[in-house]
Structures are given as C-alpha cells and as structure tokens.
C-alpha cells in the first residue's frame, strides 16, 4: 500500500501544473541582491531598458548543467545592454555553488538567495525562470529546462529585446 500511495504523490507532482506568485503582467518584485562572486549588489528597480531574465538554481540541480551553458551563451549573443540574466544560487553551503560556477562559468550575474526570496517568487523547484520585459513587467515563467525551454525563451527574449 506504501508504494501504491508514493506512486501516486509522484505521479500528482509530474501531473499537477506548478503554482507560480509571479503571474504575467506583475511588475518585477524591488530587491536588493548580493553577489556570490564580489562584494557588489544589484537593485533589481535600477535595471532600466533592458529584459531581465531571473533564473533560481543551485549546485544539485541537473537540469541547471544544461542551463546555464545556453543563458551565458543567450547572454553573450544579445549582450548586457539589451539582456540582463541574473542567476539566483539557493544552495546553503555557498562553497557548493562556487564549485559549480568553476565547471560552468558564465558571463551573468550571480546572487544569493535566501528562503525569503523564494518565498516572493513562490520557487517550489529549480530551476525556475521568470521573463521580464523592459518596463520589468513578467511576460513568461519557465520552470524546468530542456531543449523546448531553451527555444521558447531564446524567441521570447528576442523578441522582447526587438520590440
């Protein structure tokens, strides 16, 4: 009976649409974040102009080995004047994340994050993505990462980039 009922709380987790706080059309939450790679910090209501893409990772995550090799190459070809990704590390032991970003060094930022944050977002898994237009309006949430988000979210950004 055990494995009848963890069956079943497998198969309603894979099945059940993800809840997301962020909804389309809601305005990009004002933070403050600190770099996990220097002493600086990002204002997220400073970043003007641009499409911001905020990604929740950690050092665990699979699919963020696939990730995160197509946001620093999506960020090298549109160019930080146009593109701003910002990668939030959710690992507790931040030696972890650093030894992650060793083997897959990125050209975008990186910040921690703490439960709070996750909880503004409502993260309930990783990775997750939130597509911000240039007024920081969210137009589109990707959770997960396979070869079919990495499409979706190249034309999304450039459109959003072009328009």
């Known amino acids: 009976m055990p494995k009848i009922i963890l069956f079943l709380l497998v198969l309603w987790c894979?099945?059940?649409?993800?809840?997301?706080?962020?909804?389309?059309?809601?305005a990009l939450p004002s933070l403050k974040l600190q770099s996990l790679v220097n002493d600086q910090h990002i204002e997220l209501s400073q970043i003007t102009d641009k499409v911001i893409y905020i990604d929740f990772w950690a050092s665990w995550c699979v699919p963020c080995k696939k990730s995160f090799p197509f946001m620093h190459e999506l960020q090298s070809k549109i160019g930080k004047d146009k593109l701003q990704i910002i990668a939030i590390n959710m690992d507790e032991d931040i030696t972890k994340a650093q030894a992650f970003l060793k083997k897959y060094p990125v050209g975008f930022d990186i910040v921690k994050g703490d439960s709070e944050i996750a909880k503004l977002f409502a993260v309930s898994g990783l990775p997750i993505g939130f597509l911000?237009?240039?007024?920081?309006?969210n137009v589109a949430t990707h959770v997960g990462f396979n070869s079919k988000t990495a499409t979706k979210l190249n034309e999304q950004v450039n459109f959003l980039v072009a328009n």
Do not use: F, L, T, W
Not at 14 to 26: D, S, T, W
């Open 14 to 26: 894979i099945c059940v649409p993800q809840i997301v706080a962020v909804e389309q059309g809601q």
């Open 132 to 137: 911000y237009d240039k007024n920081q309006s």
